[in-house]
Structures are given as C-alpha cells and as structure tokens.
T-cell receptor
C-alpha cells in the first residue's frame, strides 16, 4: 500500500518568513495530493490540492509543487502569519482514491 | 459548500455501553464516507470506508463487529462503537466525498471518552 512520509514534524518560523513542508510517497500510481490544515481540536480543512498532471499550483500565499519522478510534493507558505499556526497534513490518493496521510507538521509562527 | 456535520461533538460513556456517532453531508450527496481515528498529536488513521448502500470496508486491524458502520443514505453515515472500553477513547472524525470527485471534506470530529 501507499506510504507517505512528512518532514519536518515541527517547524518554527518568524512572522513574515516562508515555511516549507515536504512529503514523499511510495506508490507511483498515486494521482491526487491534498494538503489539510488542522487547528487544535478542530477538523482538518482542505487548503490546497494538486493532481498528478500538474507540477505546481498556487492560491494566494500558499503553493504546492509536485515532482512525480522523485515522488515528492511540497507545501510552501509565504509571508507567514500567526494564524497560519496549526498542524498541516499531506496526503496521497492511490488508484482507488483512498487517502494515506503523512504524520503531520506542527507549524508555529512567532509574532 | 461541502459542509460535513458530525454529532455528537463529544460524549462520555461507561465501559460496556455502546455509542453512536452520526456523520452528515449537508449540501452534497456523499457516495463515499470515511471514518478516521486520531490520537493526540498523531495523524489520521483510516478505520473504514463506506459506500452508500454497501457494506463498509474495514482497514486491517479494525474490528468490524466492534465498530459498526452504516451508510444508509447519500447524506448520512453512522459509526457505532459497541461495548466500549477505555482504550476506545479517542477523537473520531468522518469525511465525505461526492461521486466522481477526489476531494474529501471532514466533519468536526467526536471526542469519545470511555470511563
């Protein structure tokens, strides 16, 4: 089955700096890669996703890149703000469209 | 759009009793719903997948007789934790997906505490 690894597990940045979270996956047939943001005690919220036929996608301060050859994808947050502090999960969907989640990254943005 | 509700948000029950958790898609038809379990500071672990009108598919290691899942309509799935024990205490989250689409939207979760 699919295996998704996420790094780093914790990330602390200064407000205004950029944050990058990286994930690798094992199943070359995976074709959909969403990112979720989860605040403490709340639901995971879909913030951006990318499909395997696209190399990069951007939505305001958030961008995701995908390297199918290397089987890794990354989340980039620019101009970080304190409200970006949360746990971020990457995921990969296999051919059956089942999501496998990474272990999560706790992002702390210091004002 | 794409709103998923879950009820109750928290529940405390005594060991040996059963608890039912409801997951509803409010503004779309969820042909597939998923049930996850999340321990503190850990990732989401898929427990089972349910398709409307079909039996649920359980992940390895998840007892189907203990975690009963029903997906009777396109907007409702239920998870019943039977004969709950303290080790079943956890955060249970559902998600829903519309036919033909890849996006999964999550409910707010249910915190179960078994005393």
């Amino acid at each position: 089955g699919e295996n998704v690894e996420q790094h780093p597990s914790t990330l602390s940045v200064q407000e205004g700096d950029s944050a990058v979270i990286k994930c690798t996956y094992s199943d070359s047939a995976s074709n959909y890669f969403p990112w979720y943001k989860q605040e403490l005690g709340k639901r995971p919220q879909l913030i951006i996703d990318i499909r395997s036929n696209v190399g990069e996608k951007k939505d305001q301060r958030i961008a995701v890149t995908l390297n199918k050859t290397a089987k890794h994808f990354s989340l980039h947050i620019t101009e970080t703000q304190p409200e970006d502090s949360a746990v971020y999960f990457c995921a990969a969907a296999d051919a059956g469209n089942m999501l496998t989640f990474g272990g999560g990254t706790r992002l702390m943005v210091k004002p | 759009g794409a709103v998923v509700s879950q009820h109750p948000s928290w529940v405390i029950c005594k060991s040996g009793t059963s608890v039912k958790i409801e997951c509803r898609s409010l503004d779309f038809q969820a042909t597939t719903m998923f049930w996850y379990r999340q321990f503190p500071k850990q990732s989401l672990m898929l427990m089972a997948t349910s398709n409307e009108g079909s039996k649920a598919t359980y992940e390895q290691g998840v007892e189907k007789d203990k975690f009963l899942i029903n997906h009777a309509s396109l907007t409702l799935s239920t998870l019943t934790v039977t004969s709950a024990h303290p080790e079943d205490s956890s955060f249970y989250i559902c998600s829903a997906r519309e036919r033909g689409l890849l996006e999964q939207y999550f409910g707010p979760g249910t915190r179960l505490t078994v005393t």
